[in-house]
């Protein structure tokens, strides 16, 4: 049991690839040219893939146990896989700039209310991108730290809420949505094992899920720099949940 928790990272990504392949052929065969859905067997089979996956991790998570605080969870050693998420959402956090200065050039002062969410986009870049690097260098990082990607992750949730508000059909954008909500409560309980609360099945549950949905929304037509950061949350939440599975099984055996 402990050697097939300890692969569960490795099945999300082979499950996320399958997925995203679902995705495609969803959004290819199952919309008509103006965007409207159809009747066709790609939606119901992605979403009962979506819940297998659910119940899988559900189930890899039981089966996992650990202790309530950052060193037997992470342990002190780096995790440079989160240099990749650091830069990714570096990139992430200019691509915003310049789409926010694009369209401040082309609203008037009475739109620029509107314009608030992509600067907290670029804050909650930022703070991914500080928590990212911050933990890739090891040891404890600082709770307050820990919880800047979480912070971001909600700023990204209002933004896509947002950005899909006026959409009425939901399966061209419920896996993207479903993917930030389980990113934010990945990175929530990996923030509480920083102040020693530690809930290493849902923080595995969750991380992931999260890893599997960031890649199947990898597949739909979101922005660039909302792909970049299902990128980055995919790979940050991977090297997560390797850590997790495997430092945790070194310090309670």
Not at 80 to 90: E, H, K, M, S
Not at 103 to 111: D, M, W, Y
Not at 126 to 148: E, N, T
Request: charged letters at 10%; glycine letters at 8%.
């Amino acid at each position: 049991m402990k050697r097939l928790t300890e692969l569960c990272p490795f099945f999300a990504l082979l499950l996320g690839g399958v997925g995203l392949l679902l995705r495609r052929w969803q959004l290819a065969t199952c919309f008509d040219a103006a965007g409207l859905p159809i009747s066709g067997p790609a939606t119901p089979v992605l979403a009962g893939f979506t819940a297998a996956v659910m119940v899988a991790a559900l189930v890899c998570a039981r089966c996992f146990s650990g202790k309530p605080d950052w060193k037997s969870s992470f342990g002190a050693r780096p995790m440079y896989l989160l240099v990749p998420p650091f830069l990714g959402a570096v990139a992430a956090g200019t691509l915003f700039v310049q789409n926010y200065q694009s369209e401040i050039r082309e609203s008037s002062v009475v739109g620029y209310a509107a314009k608030a969410l992509p600067l907290l986009m670029v804050l909650g870049c930022a703070l991914l991108a500080v928590g990212c690097l911050l933990m890739a260098r090891g040891g404890k990082s600082d709770p307050a730290i820990i919880m800047g990607p979480g912070f971001g992750c909600c700023f990204w949730m209002i933004h896509a809420y947002h950005a899909h508000a006026s959409n009425p059909v939901v399966p061209r954008f419920a896996w993207f949505l479903m993917a930030i909500v389980c990113s934010a409560a990945a990175w929530y309980y990996v923030a509480g094992s920083a102040m020693n609360q530690n809930k290493p099945r849902r923080t595995l549950f969750c991380a992931l899920t999260a890893v599997v949905l960031c890649l199947i929304s990898l597949a739909g037509e979101e922005a660039l720099c909302d792909q970049l950061l299902l990128l980055c949350h995919a790979v940050a939440l991977t090297a997560v949940s390797l850590r997790l599975t495997h430092t945790g099984y070194e310090k309670t055996e």
